[in-house]
T-cell receptor
Framework: KAGVTQTPRYLIKTRGQQVTLSCSPI?????VSWYQQTPGQGLQFLFEYFSETQRNKGNFPGRFSGRQFSNSRSEMNVSTLELGDSALYLC?????????????FGPGTRLTVL | QKEVEQDPGPLSVPEGAIVSLNCTYS??????FMWYRQYSRKGPELLMYTYSSGNKEDGRFTAQVDKSSKYISLFIRDSQPSDSATYLC????????????FGPGTRLSVLP
């Protein structure tokens, strides 16, 4: 069974630009969550989508948004990039409800903002 | 003070050593406690989870939770070079991931 895939794996952008990251969950998984990982703040929850609806949202500004498609694939968008947005963005999928023992992480997208 | 603190590391040990990784927390509402392992250039993978206080063992790994002290530990026996990774603790007051609070991680190197 294929794992969670994320594209691209690496991305370099400049301040003010916008970026879209993509996540393909494990086949059959309907919940997709996004996390930001930085050395200073660690892993922080961004939002979760289930059946194309945002179910939960972390404490991030509105520049961070996402969506989920009918095939459960998800995209995350960050507009007006800031230097502090440089981070590893992780996607995790879950089969139905978001349970701690059912969450599988992808390898992440490393975003560098110059 | 951060909600979850973790020994910063990095930690280097010889192969075969017993490793102790620790986290402290401030929120007494936490009931679910997890340990994740993250290899370089990979996403975290769930190693252990426990509910409330007590110990849980899985092979060479033992997770320990002391809610009275707000302290959790992960012990690795007979450590192997393949255990070299960053270990993240995570905890939550509910079963649901959106409430997880992760520690910053401890980088472990097991030297052959």
């Amino acid at each position: 069974k294929a794992g969670v895939t994320q594209t691209p794996r690496y991305l370099i952008k400049t301040r003010g630009q916008q970026v879209t990251l993509s996540c393909s969950p494990i086949s059959g998984h309907r919940s997709v969550s996004w996390y930001q990982q930085t050395p200073g703040q660690g892993l922080q929850f961004l939002f979760e989508y289930f059946s194309e609806t945002q179910r939960n949202k972390g404490n991030f500004p509105g520049r961070f948004s996402g969506r989920q498609f009918s095939n459960s694939r998800s995209e995350m968008n960050v507009s007006t990039l800031e230097l502090g947005d440089s981070a590893l963005y992780l996607c995790a999928s879950s089969p139905r409800d978001l349970g701690y023992n059912e969450q599988f992480f992808g390898p992440g997208t490393r975003l560098t903002v110059l | 003070q951060k909600e979850v603190e973790q020994d910063p590391g990095p930690l280097s040990v010889p192969e075969g050593a017993i490793v102790s990784l620790n986290c402290t927390y401030s929120n007494s509402a936490f009931q679910y406690f997890m340990w994740y392992r993250q290899y370089s250039r990979k996403g975290p993978e769930l190693l252990m989870y426990t509910y409330s206080s007590g110990n849980k063992e899985d092979g060479r790994f033992t997770a320990q939770v002391d809610k009275s002290s707000k302290y959790i530990s992960l012990f690795i026996r007979d450590s192997q070079p393949s255990d070299s990774a960053t270990y993240l603790c995570a905890m939550s007051g509910t079963h649901y991931g959106q409430n997880f609070v992760f520690g910053p991680g401890t980088r472990l190197s097991v030297l052959p």
